[in-house]
């Protein structure tokens, strides 16, 4: 098992590199420049307007451009001349334009491999801040918004699903997956509408606030009132990420348990005369959350990363929300650093969740493989 361990612990770093490689060169290959967005926000001008000249020392201010080195030029030349036939280096044909877009971007993924080794992110285009600070502000929002929704989900759906398979196409049962899938069928944004509509606007009733984390204020009130505060403006966007996940959850450990309850070491066991009880939470529910576990491998870098549609409707500033306008202001260093944030977790969940298959089935084991 430890041979098992150390060896798909030894294969997260090139997985690791290939997914950030290939991030990286995706977002360098979008439309759209984070120079322009940034001239056209502080300046209110399009960067037609200034000279290349300029143009080229905001970008070398910005590690957007980068010198080549002396043989990587040589290369380019000799390639250059031999395939097309010219000598001179500074024209610019598709090729020599493509090998210097390679080498530009080749060389700030370097640097870039080598800052964030020191957990260095980098500053971001936005407003020059650190975007390991702006992470550390976003990350705690996001991830106890995500921690309470997995709580409430999993608690509520996995007695449902287990419930359901033992009273199989009893009235509760297609019940149940009826009004389960009417509310996996109703769009996020639209139930979140709805409810704001319903709740915060004052039309009908005003239960609850309309955006935001916490009221003006709330820093001076008493601890549990803060808390008491936040938990306030969560409820509605936290009702709007759990309803969706009952149908998906419940079906599926319903379908889990009906597996397992068809197996003969459940007959075995009522047949020795358990009660019920323990014949479901003790011999089935174990062995149905095997498939389960597999879900669990998502479950970490999807607790970080945020819901977009949520936060953004509710003016809530998590990491949902801090990675759409990154990807709208073209802020390359944070669009990374999330990238490979989650890539890693991604990464360690899987790792995770082989772990946890053998701490649910006993008869699972790496060593053999």
Not at 84 to 89: H, I, K, P
Request: with cysteine; aromatic share 14%; charged share 15%.
């Amino acid at each position: 098992m430890s041979h098992y361990f150390f060896k798909r612990l030894a294969l997260i770093i090139p997985t690791f590199l290939g997914i950030t490689l290939l991030t990286f060169f995706m977002i360098k290959l979008a439309p759209g420049s984070p120079i322009e967005e940034k001239l056209q926000s502080a300046e209110g001008m399009k960067a037609q307007n200034f000279s290349q000249e300029v143009i080229d020392q905001i970008q070398v201010l910005y590690g957007l451009k980068v010198v080549l080195p002396g043989w990587y030029e040589h290369f380019i030349h000799s390639t250059n001349a031999r395939f097309f036939g010219v000598s001179d280096v500074e024209t610019q044909n598709w090729f020599r334009r493509s090998m210097v877009w390679v080498g530009e971007n080749c060389i700030q993924y370097g640097r870039w491999m080598k800052s964030i080794v020191h957990l260095d992110f980098g500053i971001s285009f936005k407003d020059n801040r650190k975007v390991i600070d702006k992470i550390k502000e976003a990350l705690p929002i996001t991830l106890a918004l995500n921690l309470i929704e997995v709580l409430i989900v999993y608690f509520i759906s996995l007695p449902l699903g287990v419930y359901s398979a033992f009273k199989k196409d009893s009235f509760f049962d297609k019940s149940l997956m009826l009004t389960l899938f009417t509310l996996y069928s109703l769009p996020t944004f639209w139930v979140a509408m709805i409810l704001i509509m319903l709740f915060s606007s004052g039309e009908y009733f005003n239960w609850f606030p309309m955006f935001g984390l916490w009221s003006d204020g709330a820093e001076h009130l008493s601890r549990l009132g803060y808390l008491e505060n936040i938990l306030w403006h969560l409820v509605l966007p936290i009702v709007c990420m759990v309803y969706g996940s009952f149908a998906f959850l419940s079906r599926f450990s319903r379908a889990n348990m009906l597996e397992v309850i068809q197996q003969d070491y459940i007959r075995t066991a009522r047949a020795k005369g358990l009660t019920e009880k323990q014949v479901v939470w003790k011999h089935a529910f174990r062995n149905s959350l095997i498939p389960l576990v597999t879900l669990m491998g998502t479950l970490l870098p999807a607790l970080l990363g945020g819901s977009v549609i949520i936060e953004q409707i509710f003016s809530i500033p998590g990491m949902g929300r801090l990675g759409f306008e990154a990807v709208f202001q073209r802020d390359y260093p944070l669009i990374m650093a999330i990238a490979a944030i989650e890539a890693l977790l991604t990464l360690i969940s899987l790792l995770l969740s082989d772990l946890l298959y053998v701490a649910v089935d006993p008869r699972i084991d790496f060593s053999k493989s």
